[in-house]
């Protein structure tokens, strides 16, 4: 399997199929709206102001594995990022990113690149950068902030 043959669903059940990404760098997050980390939503949204037109597509996948830190329901959940951080890149409906129910891009993308913790996921806003390709060429620890990325994904879009 590769990046483009998973499937998930919008935040609004829509199904949502990464071939739509192909030709594009992709950044995937893990997200949660009551986090300490979750000022990190602005910084991902400036990511998708500035390069959605030369080609990169952030995707945040909502998460309430890390202490509960994402209660609310889908819908709820995107209008609060909308609302409270202006998030107007796609998110997509709740996930599971660690053990049986894990969702199978996040299986994929953490047989691809193994972390600190071995395949798992430490926390929220853990990042996965994707070439134009569908490879995942790089792994962001929950910590570094959007704004760190750039450099690679400058050069993802220039490659």
Known sequence: MNFYDFQTKTSSGTPLSMDEYKGRVVLIVNTATECALTPQFEGLEKLHLDYGNTGLTVLGFPCNQF?????????????????????????????????????????????KLGGILGSSIKWNF???LIDRNGEPVKRYAPTTKP?????????????
């Open 126 to 128: 853990t990042k996965f």
């Open 147 to 159: 704004e760190k990325i750039r450099v690679d994904i400058e050069s993802l879009l220039r490659a």
């Open 67 to 111: 202490r509960n830190q994402e209660p609310l329901s889908n819908d709820e959940m995107a209008e609060a990022c909308k609302v409270n951080h202006g998030v107007t890149f796609q998110l997509t409906e709740k996930v599971d990113v660690n053990g049986k129910n894990a969702d199978p891009l996040f299986k994929f993308l953490k047989s």
